[in-house]
């Protein structure tokens, strides 16, 4: 640590891991829970919505399904909501601060779940769109998460765990997603139990039960739960001391909040602060920005873009995968709520022993593996795993070796997360300084959900009819992706162990290194 640094700073870095670390991890993380089981659950839902709303019963083979062009806007419309949030958040995050603004996106996500689950109209095609309209708004205010929730966990951390925190804020997606699969596993066994129907291919009509209507909206509606919960809670939160300090200029308010949060006393330094600041006073996209950040914010930008074709595309058409891996049974051996209730319980063991452990495997190993290296890692495994399963798809997709095809799939989503989809999460958090820390975090995150609309309105049409050719096509061009990821990977740099003022260099300690090249020169040459 700099000897240049503030005393609050210090005291942000040093601190002992107490309770208020783990209270801030609550707090932020059942954002991503609400996030995660919002953009997740309508996956268990939308063959359900086919059902109900496009029913084709003049056809023997499959029952209803929604449109292809329907499909991609009802899955894709909250990642492009969720895109514009990033963006928008971020840059308020900035600016306005990180508490003023964090508040705002719960209660676009509480509002906007329950709108999504009152989607009523006078036609099909009525309720699809109401349905999309509010999607993109529960979006937008799950796009803020992503910035605001990363970059205030940072700054609370102490420097040795401050890795493990900010993932273990992550990790609640991985919960999320699991209870997306068991709440809509949950939900449609109560609404089977009381409307039993025969499979479609017994009664192409009465296989759609009408009850059926309630159980999808009740789904969505439940994700505005956890953030009712934590509402309280976050707007309780004092604004982080890093901006309070170095943004607001105000070392006083900085050295007393975090004083009272961290219960120790701190020096105010305001002298030493204005100092500080002007070391560190250049905006995005400057020369110097460019010169000191630019490489580090390509790396976190396509990292991102690139991880998530892959895992949006793998959580997004596992629907489609699973009838083919022989987890779920045809479309028209069962009625519809059995066939929501197949695909959910497909998703809950999938993300119950395939992507939930990655995410704490991520929490325990980050600070002795590093950030870097479990990011290549993690990119490269995947590759190898969904190159395997799309060189190899025509065996595997086989009622004989379905354990072997779901035990291949789930470490892909093991790979995901004990890899690039919680670092590409932690490193925009720590590579950038906090003046522009939150935006260059929703810029990187926003890339990614560029990566999650490739995924939904690009890779999808391969897998929707469930034709083997199509999946294994995909699967190559998502292993081909995952490899790309690994290469770009060598554009960011390890942070762990260090401060974040060091890593950004605001400690000053980037200056006093170009100062030393720029003065090494005339030396030379003079003793020349």
């Not at 009525?126 to 509010?134: E, G, K, N, P, S």
């Not at 799309?390 to 997709?397: C, D, P, T």
Request: positive net charge.
């Amino acid at each position: 640590m700099s000897s240049n640094n503030l005393s609050v700073l210090e005291a942000l870095d040093t601190a002992r891991t107490q309770w208020y670390h783990a209270k801030a991890i609550v707090i932020a993380g059942m954002g991503f829970f609400t996030d995660a089981y919002d953009l997740f659950c309508i996956s268990t839902v939308s063959k359900l919505l086919g059902r109900l709303y496009f029913p084709d019963h003049m056809n023997d083979k499959n029952p209803g399904k929604l449109p292809t062009d329907v499909n991609n806007m009802v899955i894709g419309v909250a990642l492009v909501g969720t895109l514009s949030g990033q963006l928008v958040f971020g840059w308020l995050g900035d600016k306005l601060g990180r508490k003023r603004v964090y508040g705002i996106t719960l209660l676009f996500m509480m509002i906007c779940a329950i709108c999504s689950g009152l989607s009523f109209g006078y036609s099909a095609k009525a309720v699809i769109r109401t349905l999309c309209f509010f999607r993109f708004w529960l979006g937008f205010g799950i796009g803020g998460d992503y910035p605001l929730s990363a970059t205030i966990m940072s700054e609370y951390a102490n420097k040795r765990t401050r890795g493990a925190f900010i993932a273990a804020v992550f990790a609640m997606q991985g919960m999320g997603i699991i209870f997306a699969g068991l709440i809509s596993m949950i939900i449609s066994k109560i609404f089977l139990n009381a409307n039993p129907a025969p499979p479609y291919f017994k009664d192409h009509v009465l296989s759609t039960q009408r009850n059926a209507d309630y159980a999808w909206r009740i789904v969505l509606m439940i994700g505005a739960l956890p953030a009712l919960l934590t509402f309280y809670w976050r707007m309780k939160m004092p604004e982080t001391g890093r901006y309070t300090a170095i943004i607001e200029g105000n070392a006083k308010q900085a050295a007393s909040d975090m004083g009272r949060v961290l219960d120790i006393e701190i020096q105010q330094e305001q002298e030493k602060l204005a100092m500080f600041k002007s070391n560190n006073d250049y905006p995005l996209l400057s020369d110097k920005f460019i010169q000191r950040h630019g490489r580090h914010l390509i790396g976190t930008m396509t990292t991102w873009f690139l991880l998530d074709i892959a895992f949006y595309s793998q959580n997004l058409t596992q629907k489609d995968i699973f009838p083919v891996m022989g987890l779920t049974k045809k479309p028209i051996e069962v009625n519809a709520l059995e066939e929501m209730f197949e695909i959910s319980r497909a998703m809950f063991v999938i993300a119950m022993f395939g992507t939930f452990p990655g995410y704490w495997f991520t929490v325990a190993f980050i600070e002795r593996l590093g950030r870097f290296n479990i990011q290549l890692m993690g990119f490269f495994m995947m590759s190898v795993f969904m190159f395997i399963i799309g060189f190899k798809y025509e065996q595997l997709a086989t009622p004989d070796n379905r354990w072997l095809f779901a035990g291949l799939y789930g470490l892909t989503f093991f790979f995901a997360n004990f890899g690039p989809n919680s670092t590409t999460f932690v490193l925009p958090a720590e590579l950038f300084p906090t003046r522009v820390r939150s935006t260059c975090h929703a810029m990187s995150a926003a890339a990614g959900k560029a990566g999650a609309m490739v995924s939904a309105f690009g890779i999808q049409k391969y897998t929707l009819n469930g034709e083997k050719g199509k999946i294994r096509i995909a699967m190559i061009i998502l292993a081909v992706t995952n490899m790309l990821g690994f290469f770009c990977t060598f554009l960011v740099t390890e942070t762990k162990g260090r401060s974040l003022e060091e890593i950004s260099g605001e400690d000053g300690s980037k200056d006093k290194a170009e100062a030393e090249i720029s003065n090494r020169g005339p030396r030379q040459v003079q003793e020349s």
